[in-house]
Structures are given as structure tokens and as C-alpha cells.
Nanobody, 117 residues
Framework: QVQLVESGGGLVQAGGSLRLSCTASGRFFSQYDMGWQRQAPGKQREEVASITGGGRTNYARSLEGRFTISRDNAKNTMFLQMNDLKPEDTAVYYC???????????WGQGIQVTVSS
């Protein structure tokens, strides 16, 4: 499976910005669909955004306009730019890779994002 490592989380005030990164191991990164999910305390995990190997993006409707997903295939890295952050964005953010083939999805360890009011 692909090894994924997230970075860039932390504590930010409401209205601020953070950029999360997810770096993957392996040689086939450009072929993977990638994405982010998040899980807030006491809530179910939810999809944030996804991006295909070719760069087609999809966002949770409530986040479109504030969050931007991108990828740099030459660096095996995916990004999530988060602007105008709100306290309700506080969650653990997980990146994932979908190779569309066995052994299936891989997940990062998760990274905490905390937005203070």
C-alpha cells in the first residue's frame, strides 16, 4: 500500500489560512485519485475534497470557495489550501489515496486542525 504523511496542520484563528500537505511513497502517485476527509469530535468522518490523477477536482458543497485541493505529481504531494477558516472546520484531517486497484485505499495518520474563535 501507499504510505501517506500529512503535514501543515495546527492552530489558527478564525479567518486565517492553513495549507495541508500529503506526501506519498511509491512511483505511481500520478495515477492515484487522492483526497481529504475530516472528522470533528463527536461527528462522522466527511469528505472534504478529491482530485483525480489528471487534476479534476470535487468539493464538499459547503466548503467550495474556501478550500482548494491541488497536487504536484512531480513531488508526489497533494495539498489542501484552506482559507477563511471557521471554528467548525476544527477536525482531524486525513488524506487518502485511491489507486483504483488492489490492495485499495491508503490513509494518512491524520493531522489536527484547530480553529479558534
Amino acid at each position: 500500500q501507499v504510505q501517506l504523511v500529512e503535514s501543515g496542520g495546527g492552530l489558527v484563528q478564525a479567518g486565517g489560512s492553513l495549507r495541508l500537505s500529503c506526501t506519498a511513497s511509491g512511483r505511481f502517485f500520478s495515477q492515484y485519485d487522492m483526497g481529504w476527509q475530516r472528522q470533528a469530535p463527536g461527528k462522522q468522518r466527511e469528505e472534504v475534497a478529491s482530485i483525480t490523477g489528471g487534476g479534476r477536482t470535487n468539493y464538499a458543497r459547503s466548503l467550495e470557495g474556501r478550500f482548494t485541493i491541488s497536487r504536484d505529481n512531480a513531488k508526489n504531494t497533494m495539498f489542501l489550501q484552506m482559507n477563511d477558516l471557521k471554528p467548525e472546520d476544527t477536525a482531524v484531517y486525513y488524506c487518502y489515496a485511491d489507486p483504483r486497484a488492489p490492495p485499495g485505499w491508503s490513509w494518512g495518520q491524520g493531522i489536527q486542525v484547530t480553529v479558534s474563535s
